[in-house]
């Protein structure tokens, strides 16, 4: 049962919105382009200066394809089972493993094969990353880094520096990832006699 009161579900609206709309790679000027929403709307509605209201939150819910209760947080009865959504960007596919407002995201990221490899095309974004390959070869590039890893290696970085991510060989690659804002940071327990033969991955 969720013992939440409506404040406190309406504060949590808020911070779930921004991290939905970063986790798609959305710019508010994008979402405001394809919601009809203003741009200060939809920022005072991320910060929590506005309060959500149906008329605001249905253009949202069909932008990024979830149900309505997905954005209030409203608690699944009866079903245990989770419903994923993958969500397909540059070619790749991202499956959302956790539901939780702001904080930490975790993602299933799955690199499709391709013919040969691709070259990389660093991108930069608020935020801070932890990954750890599952199958197949990843190749990161991270500022001046540009590293292998193979399965079972794991790597955190921060995403405000130029970084890319990409098959290492041209064969398929999965790996999970967690995402969190700026200042929230995944922390591995890592063997310390391996420090230098991690290249600068912790």
């Not at 209760?69 to 079903?79: E, H, I, Q, W, Y």
């Amino acid at each position: 049962m969720d013992h939440r009161t409506d404040d406190e579900v309406l504060d949590a609206v808020g911070p779930r919105l921004r991290a939905l709309r970063r986790a798609r790679g959305i710019t508010l000027a994008g979402l405001a382009a394809t919601t009809g929403v203003s741009e200060s709307t939809l920022s005072r509605l991320e910060s929590g200066q506005r309060r959500p209201s149906l008329e605001l939150l249905l253009p949202l819910a069909r932008t990024y394809d979830v149900p309505l209760d997905d954005l209030v947080g409203a608690p699944r009865t009866g079903d245990p089972r989770i419903h994923l959504k993958p969500i397909r960007r540059f070619g790749m596919t991202f499956v959302p493993l956790s539901r939780r407002p702001g904080g930490v995201h975790a993602f299933k990221m799955i690199i499709p094969a391709q013919p040969e490899p691709l070259e990389p095309a660093p991108q930069t974004h608020e935020g801070f990353e932890w990954l750890y390959v599952l199958s197949g070869r990843l190749r990161l590039v991270t500022g001046e880094r540009d590293l292998t890893l193979p399965p079972g290696e794991a790597a955190e970085f921060d995403t405000s520096l130029p970084h890319w991510l990409g098959s290492a060989d041209g064969g398929a690659v999965e790996l999970l990832i967690l995402f969190g804002l700026q200042g929230v940071r995944a922390h591995v327990r890592t063997d310390p006699h391996r420090a230098d033969q991690a290249g600068g991955r912790r």
